[in-house]
Nanobody, 127 residues
Framework: QVQLVETGGGSVQAGESLRLSCAAS????????MGWFRQAPGKEREGVAT????????YYADSVKGRFTISQDNAKTTLSLQIDSLKPDDTAMYYC????????????????????WGQGTQVTVSS
């Protein structure tokens, strides 16, 4: 059973940085995707950054390119999201997710591709 636990959220000023971490266990598939999603109040959950393990391919939403960086440790037990130049629009609950779907690299930012979710960590950015 996959378990994902996010940490690192908080309240910051615009322009500051945060680093989110996700401790992952139970991910046994050799071909999988992991990623970060966010959901703001009244909005749908959206993918911000994902990684496809076999190729270490990364994918980013246009709104975060150049500011967000996704990474995994060598053991693939920790997924991180470095967030720089935070904006008030980045305010949301951030979720770590994993997928063992064979074709998860097709449309890899779509929440429907992911089957396991963490409980979320809140990021609040004030102007």
């Amino acid at each position: 059973q996959v378990q994902l636990v996010e940490t690192g959220g908080g309240s910051v000023q615009a322009g500051e940085s945060l680093r989110l971490s996700c401790a992952a266990s139970g991910v046994t598939s050799k071909n999988y995707c992991m990623g970060w999603f966010r959901q703001a109040p009244g909005k749908e959950r959206e993918g911000v950054a994902t990684v496809y393990s076999p190729r270490s391919s990364t994918y980013y939403a246009d709104s975060v390119k150049g500011r967000f960086t996704i990474s995994q440790d060598n053991a693939k037990t920790t997924l991180s999201l470095q967030i720089d130049s935070l904006k008030p629009d980045d305010t949301a609950m951030y979720y770590c997710a994993a997928s063992s779907q064979t074709l998860c690299f097709i449309n890899p930012l779509h929440p429907g591709r992911f089957t396991s979710w963490g409980q979320g960590t809140q990021v609040t950015v004030s102007s």
